[in-house]
């Protein structure tokens, strides 16, 4: 009888252990994949940020290249663009300093404000090219 005891604890302690082995690996699994979802979204972001960059510089020169009569004429878009832009940097830094599922949220507030910021650059072009008329 003692015997069977001993074996019985035996064989449910092996389970015991393997359980706890299988829900590590099933939480290291999710790590993995949480990481590289965070890793995924932080490459995204790097490339809106990119994009986001070289339309600002394009604006910014095609802003310099104009008259000073045109630059005042202008500055309400300038300025509307900086503010936009500044907005995006925000939420940007926001995404930076967030965890998890927030990262995901802030994702889709950024891609609104890219979007915004990228309507009222078109805008100022339509505008620019039909005052150049």
Known sequence: MKTKIKLFLLISIFGLVACGQSGNKEEKDLNKE??????????DINNLKESIGDKISD???SYNAMSEE???KFKSHKEEIEKQQQQLE???EEYNQAA???KEEL???????KNALEESIE???KEIK???K
């Open 107 to 113: 994702k889709a507030e950024i891609k609104q404000h």
């Open 34 to 43: 949480l990481k590289d979802v965070v890793e995924a979204l932080d490459a």
């Open 130 to 132: 039909e005052e150049s």
């Open 90 to 92: 925000n939420k940007i």
């Open 59 to 61: 604006f910014e020169e």
């Open 100 to 102: 998890g599922e927030k």
């Open 70 to 72: 045109l630059k005042e």
């Open 123 to 125: 805008t100022y072009k």
